[in-house]
């Protein structure tokens, strides 16, 4: 049987927040079914509200869906076997202002069971990958949006992750460091590493992807190929404005 690095089965996600006049629900998610096979890099698209946010908190374990079943290499997210194959950048990472790049990552290190010498190795690789190097003496209080994009994106490649869960890793960047991040993730993938992305970028996810889901009102409205959109007139952008018309 195969094991693909991420699979939804009928999954819904619905939020409750209380009201005046009682309880209110938001369903995120609903009847959400996909399969993403390993070693790819794959994108989600979709307007604000579509769910993608709420998709990547639920493939990392910091969700549980109100049905339907979650998988990650065939293990469920929230265990600590699918944790340690999983690497997240969060839409807006945070680090204490107070601490240096090295710092913050060996932190998270030692949560991913990092120690000793390959804790200081794995930090020294993360942040040359991630160009921090340069940066090494400043404090996080003194890094742009730009900078914390890099150290997000180190923190979650420090553990050499199989699946590495990025939501919207390019936000804030000039273009120079959007072209260095595209390039790592392209190596990260040629070593075999999965990639899920979401992003506003419908030019980056072209770039990236080989394939791309497509959430409206959280439903996938389409699943699309690199051979699909490359063929059509438009490219991806044509047909990601007809699916959520």
């Known amino acids: 049987m195969t094991v693909h690095a991420v699979s939804f089965a009928g999954v819904e996600k619905t939020y409750k927040r209380a009201g005046l006049l009682g309880a209110k ?8 079914s996909f399969e993403l096979p390993g070693g790819e890099v794959a994108g989600l698209l979709g307007l604000n509200g579509a769910g993608k946010t709420t998709i990547m908190k639920l493939l990392t374990g910091l969700l549980f869906p109100n049905a339907g079943k979650v998988r990650v290499f065939g293990l469920p997210p929230s265990g600590q ?23 913050a990552l060996a932190y998270y290190g030692r949560l991913s069971g990092l120690a000793g010498a390959e804790l200081a190795q794995a930090v020294r690789g993360a ?10 003496g400043k404090r996080v209080a003194e890094f742009s949006k730009g900078m914390l994009q890099r150290l997000g994106l180190a923190q979650a490649l420090l553990h050499r992750p199989d699946l590495l869960v990025l939501d919207e890793p390019v936000s804030g960047l000039d273009p120079l460091a959007i072209h260095d991040i595209r390039g790592l ?15 506003h970028s419908i030019s980056e996810v072209e770039k990236l992807c080989s394939r ?34």
């Open 25 to 32: 629900y938001t369903t995120a998610v609903q009847d959400l």
């Open 185 to 199: 993730l392209a190596s990260l993938n040629a070593e075999g590493r999965t990639v899920f992305l979401s992003s």
């Open 212 to 245: 791309v889901l497509i959430m409206v009102r959280g439903r996938l409205a389409r699943t699309v190929k690199r051979a699909e959109w490359e063929a059509a007139p438009g490219g991806l952008e044509a047909i990601f404005v007809e699916a959520v018309k």
């Open 81 to 103: 076997d699918a944790k340690r194959r999983v690497g997240f950048l969060p839409e807006l990472p945070y680090f204490p202002p107070q601490v240096k790049p090295a710092d």
């Open 127 to 136: 942040m040359e990958r991630t160009g921090l190097e340069p940066h090494a």
